[in-house]
């Protein structure tokens, strides 16, 4: 029985590709934190999919997500479709958090400090 592949489908390559040119402000502020291995020696990718899901930042090793949110994210239709994304995400057993933009901006040592209480020390 073949193993079906859930991650960093081939269709989405291009869609993944357009979304690292085009990150938002919090997005290229928070990669500059979490690229490289800076955050406790863990890898973390941008833009990763899984299963048809881009999601912003992807640490393999410990299974986690972590999307970051503008205003759009605060549309009631908006809100619905995240909560259907994280439920799929963490039936497929990966952990979601969340944040808000500006919470990168303003309280960034404590986004981080979330961060890493998700990783399985």
């Known amino acids: 029985m073949k193993k079906r592949q859930i991650h960093t489908k081939k269709e989405l390559k291009p869609y993944r590709r357009e979304l690292r ?9 928070l990669w500059r934190h979490l690229k490289s291995r800076q955050l406790q020696g863990k890898r973390f990718q941008r833009q990763h999919s899984i299963e048809y899901y881009i999601v912003d930042f992807y640490c393999a090793s410990e299974k986690l997500i972590i999307e970051l949110d503008g205003e759009y994210h605060n549309r009631p239709d908006i809100m619905e479709k995240d909560e259907i994304r994280s439920n799929r995400l963490q039936e497929l057993g990966f952990t979601v958090i969340r944040f808000e933009n500006k919470m990168v901006f303003d309280h960034l040592p404590s986004v981080l400090s979330e961060i890493q209480d998700h990783f399985n020390l």
């Not at 040119?21 to 502020?29: G, W």
């Open 21 to 29: 040119k085009k990150m938002t402000p919090a997005e290229a502020f």
